[in-house]
């Protein structure tokens, strides 16, 4: 499919190599996270619903053409939908199996690493930072 996006079944129990990363095609079976009520894992639903009505302000307004968005917790799913389109040109609504190209992501891994980190308690936005350059040159 044109624009970047490849598409798998979201009910496939198998997926293509290409889809999976498998370097010789062979299909694997993958089991799905299962679905839960926000509240089942700590999350407030109504508040979730706000990830809805923020993407789709910026499909509104242009900024975006479609995205897809999920938070899971525990391994499971309290949200998961898809938003806008995956061409806009021809009108195709997002699915949520589109499969994306992403590049430059080393500053979003770190986000989401700092966060990891202050969640298990190891790190405080309020702790000190020390200059690696301090430390070369003693």
Do not use: N, W
Not at 11 to 38: F, I, T, Y
Not at 40 to 48: K, P
Not at 53 to 64: C, H, I, K, M
């Amino acid at each position: 499919m044109g624009g970047g996006h490849e598409e798998i079944r979201e009910d496939d129990a198998e997926c293509s190599g290409a889809a999976d990363g498998s370097a010789d095609g062979r299909a694997v079976r993958r089991r799905r996270p299962a679905a839960a009520k926000p509240e089942e894992v700590g999350f407030a639903g109504d508040r979730l619903g706000r990830i809805h009505e923020t993407v789709q302000r910026y499909v509104d307004e242009r900024a975006l053409a479609g995205a897809v968005t999920m938070v899971a917790r525990r391994g499971r799913i309290a949200h998961f939908e898809a938003h806008g389109f995956m061409d806009l040109e021809a009108r195709t609504p997002m699915r949520k199996d589109a499969i994306f190209r992403i590049a430059s992501m080393s500053k979003p891994v770190t986000g989401v690493a700092i966060m990891m980190l202050m969640e298990e308690g190891k790190l405080r936005l309020t702790d000190p930072c020390r200059a690696s350059s301090r430390r070369s040159r003693r």
